[in-house]
């Protein structure tokens, strides 16, 4: 089982490009989420998809923009990257309840240098 | 003040000995507890969770949850090379629509 999968692992990008981080599940999870690790931050949420169709804001949202079209994919987008933005990118995906815990599926990140 | 606070470490300890791994948090209404383990280069993994005050024991970790002291910990008994990581801890409430925080976590390496 592939589980979460996550492209590229990699990416060193000149700042002001765009650019897309791609994140594939094959759990059929119906949550999907976006974070950011940094060195004495730790994991901080930028957006999250409760299902389908639906998407939110998280705690560092800002320069970034997701779509959720369907329940497998959850890209994540850098309109105009910064060097702040760079970064470890984490994809994760649970099988969400309201009113329930949590428990989240982490992809291998993708690990990005905006110069 | 973060709402989950956790030392960063580094922690060494040699191999055998027992590691006490700690977070405390703010907001009495978090109610799930979990710890991740995340190696080098890796995505964090899910290793224990409880929601409930007490001990929850799985083979050589032990998840200890004192919602009066607000104070969780994971004690990792035998501790061996392969644990060398850095463990994470995550809190949620279990009202809506909250998400888990995380701690910052702790890297640990065990020496043999």
């Known amino acids: 089982t592939a589980g979460i999968t996550q492209a590229p692992t990699s990416q060193i990008l000149a700042a002001g490009r765009s650019m897309t981080l791609r994140c594939t599940q094959d759990?059929?999870?119906?949550?999907m989420y976006w974070y950011r690790q940094d060195l004495g931050l730790g994991l901080r949420l930028i957006h999250y998809?409760?299902?389908?169709?639906?998407?939110g804001k998280g705690e560092v949202p800002d320069g970034y923009s997701v779509s959720r079209a369907n329940t497998d994919d959850f890209p994540l987008t850098l309109a105009s990257a910064v060097p702040s933005q760079t970064s470890v990118y984490f994809c994760a995906s649970s099988d969400y309840v309201t009113g329930g815990a949590d428990t989240q599926y982490f992809g291998p990140g993708t690990r990005l240098t905006v110069l | 003040q973060k709402e989950v606070e956790q030392d960063p470490g580094p922690l060494s300890v040699p191999e055998g000995a027992i590691v006490s791994l700690n977070c405390t948090y703010s907001?009495?209404?978090?109610?799930?507890f979990m710890w991740y383990r995340q190696y080098s280069r890796k995505g964090p993994e899910l290793l224990m969770y409880?929601?409930?005050?007490g001990n929850k024991e799985d083979g050589r970790f032990t998840a200890q949850v004192d919602k009066s002291s607000k104070y969780i910990s994971l004690f990792i008994r035998d501790s061996q090379p392969s644990d060398s990581a850095t463990y994470l801890c995550?809190?949620?409430?279990?009202?809506?629509?909250?998400?888990?925080?995380f701690g910052t976590g702790t890297r640990l390496t065990i020496i043999p």
């Open positions: 998809s409760n299902t389908a169709g639906t998407t």
């Open positions: 907001n009495s209404a978090f109610q799930y």
């Open positions: 759990m059929r999870h119906n949550a």
């Open positions: 995550a809190i949620i409430s279990n009202f809506g629509n909250e998400k888990l925080t």
């Open positions: 409880t929601y409930s005050s």
